[in-house]
């Protein structure tokens, strides 16, 4: 079982703080020594007790290592920075003030205005100031525009690759279908009942019982050619009008036979 957390803080106890000082102070003494011979380091450990007395430890020499200590503190040290006299500081903002006054007519200039009082050698210089200027602007502004024409043609290709995948996908799936080049053209045939009545092959009382209805309105969709379907149409209906005249005549011959019965 491991031991419990021990909280830190002052022991009230006078003898219960003495042993525990003696125990602490023997494995800080420990330890730093374990430190200097393991790390090769110069180790000093300076303890004053509560009652004043001095423990101390120093791995070689403590009047060797305190001068060290002392040199390094005062390499450390930072000079506190002097305060500056009102008159300097205000030297100082009007030399700044100078500086501004610079900067801002130099712009002026640059953009081609307050050019009173400067020399031909100011000019020239200024002059030569705007021409680099410009020749840089132009160089940026080709190096832009070729990377947008170099996208272009990116962005182009990549339309003439993607054009020409879905050219090859077109041309797959015709595979798949037959040719249609020499294909007829769809004819629709209409016979009326009309023209049957008109042409004597059958009478009204045929047509309103239904016994021609079916057979003679016959609209027919063809695919294929016009000449075939027309032989075809011609036959059915040349069946049809034979078939009509039987069931007429047969009719007739009925109608007499009922007569001629008293």
């Not at 909280?7 to 003494?29: C, D, H, M, P």
């Not at 502004?141 to 090859?168: D, F, P, V």
């Amino acid at each position: 079982m491991g031991r419990g957390k021990i909280e830190i803080k002052k022991i009230e106890n006078s003898n219960s703080r003495q042993v525990t000082f003696s125990k602490r102070r023997q494995g800080l003494l420990k330890k730093a020594y374990e430190l200097s011979v393991l790390c090769e380091s110069d180790v000093a450990v300076i303890i004053f007790s509560s009652t004043g007395k001095l423990f101390e430890f120093s791995s070689s020499n403590m009047q060797t290592i305190l001068t060290r200590y002392s040199k390094c503190m005062d390499s450390l040290k930072v000079s506190t920075p002097e305060i500056k006299p009102q008159k300097q500081e205000s030297m100082e903002a009007d030399v700044l003030k100078e500086e501004i006054e610079k900067l801002k007519m130099k712009h002026l200039r640059l953009l081609g205005k307050d050019l009173t009082g400067i020399g031909l050698r100011e000019l020239g210089e200024l002059e030569q100031q705007l021409n680099e200027g410009l020749l840089s602007i132009k160089e940026r502004k080709e190096q832009i525009l070729m990377g947008q024409i170099a996208q272009s043609r990116l962005q182009e290709q990549r339309a003439i690759l993607e054009n020409e995948t879905l050219r090859k996908q077109v041309e797959d799936l015709r595979g798949f279908f037959p040719s249609t080049s020499h294909s007829q053209p769809l004819s629709i045939e209409n016979h009326p009942v009309d023209s049957a009545i008109k042409g004597g092959s059958a009478s009204p009382e045929i047509v309103r019982n239904g016994g021609l209805v079916d057979e003679i309105l016959d609209t027919t969709l063809q695919l294929g050619p016009r000449q075939g379907f027309v032989e075809s149409s011609r036959k059915k209906m040349q069946s049809t009008q034979s078939t009509t005249m039987r069931d007429g005549e047969t009719q007739l011959i009925n109608s007499k036979t009922q007569a001629n019965i008293p």
